[in-house]
Structures are given as structure tokens and as C-alpha cells.
């Protein structure tokens, strides 16, 4: 997957721009498959997540392009701007603070309409243990973020 890939994932409605209200609709999803509406805390937490990533890389106009979207993942923080959304999520889908059950990244990952997720996250249990740690969830999307940056 390049960031390309995932600019298309993102763009919610289609129209080859990424507008906040994309990355809400995705959050929105996100949510939804772990149980949580809309206006509940977790909720106003993660559009707080986001609209920081956002504001990490909108344009004065609010909206993304797609070279607006690869230069932004190329020279981001990956840290400071991704790290609380990546942080978050594994939260989310691993909410006993235990390692991740793959089950559950499978939801998570679900709204993003990736293929075959099975295969996108085997590597990120190599033992087959069927968990995942922050650790290795955290190094899969900075190295992807870093990787398809430079494609």
C-alpha cells in the first residue's frame, strides 16, 4: 500500500480531494465498529486526534490534494502528528490494555476497505500468537507512513 493507496482510502466521498470531513467519516466508522456513537467521549477524543493530524497538513483552504497529502506524509513528525491517532486506535481496539487481539485490528481496519487485511497484518504477528503489540502496530504505520512516502 502506498500513500496514494491511503489518500484514496481516505477520500470518503470520492471526489480525488481529502476534505476534514473525510477523515471524520472514517473516524465516525471506526467507532461505529467497535460500538461507540457518534457524540459519545470517545468520539470528541478521536475528532481531537484528528483535527490535529489535520491541521499538521491542510492547506489555507481546508482542503488536501493528492501531492498535498504525500508531502505531508513525507516530511511529517510522524510522532507528534500520527502517533496520537496510531496511540488511539490501538486503545480502541485493545481496550483492556493487553496486546491487540488480530480480530480486533481486522475491525479496526474494516472502514479502511483494505483486500485482504489478513494478509496486510500478518506480518505484525509473525508467532501467530493472534495478538498484536502497540509496539509493532505503532512500527507498522510509521514505517509504512516513511515507505510509501518515498514512492
Do not use: C, K, Q
Request: hydrophobic share 40%; glycine share 4%; charged share 30%.
Amino acid at each position: 500500500m502506498s500513500a496514494d493507496d491511503l489518500f484514496d482510502l481516505l477520500d470518503r466521498d470520492g471526489d480525488d480531494l481529502l476534505h476534514y470531513e473525510d477523515l471524520r467519516a472514517m473516524g465516525r466508522a471506526v467507532l461505529a465498529s467497535f460500538g461507540h456513537p457518534p457524540a459519545s467521549p470517545r468520539a470528541h477524543a478521536l475528532d481531537h486526534h484528528y483535527r490535529t493530524l489535520w491541521n499538521a497538513f491542510a492547506t489555507t483552504d481546508d482542503v488536501l490534494t493528492r501531492a498535498d497529502f504525500r508531502a505531508g506524509v513525507a516530511t511529517a513528525d510522524f510522532d507528534r502528528t500520527f502517533g496520537p491517532v496510531v496511540d488511539f486506535e490501538y486503545d480502541l481496539a485493545a481496550p483492556d490494555g493487553e496486546d491487540m487481539a488480530v480480530d480486533a485490528l481486522h475491525i479496526l481496519l474494516t472502514p479502511l476497505d483494505i483486500p485482504d487485511p489478513a494478509a496486510f497484518t500478518a506480518s505484525l504477528d509473525p508467532d501467530r500468537t493472534g495478538r498484536i503489540t502497540r509496539e509493532a502496530y505503532y512500527t507498522m504505520w510509521r514505517d509504512f507512513l516513511r515507505t510509501s512516502a518515498s514512492r
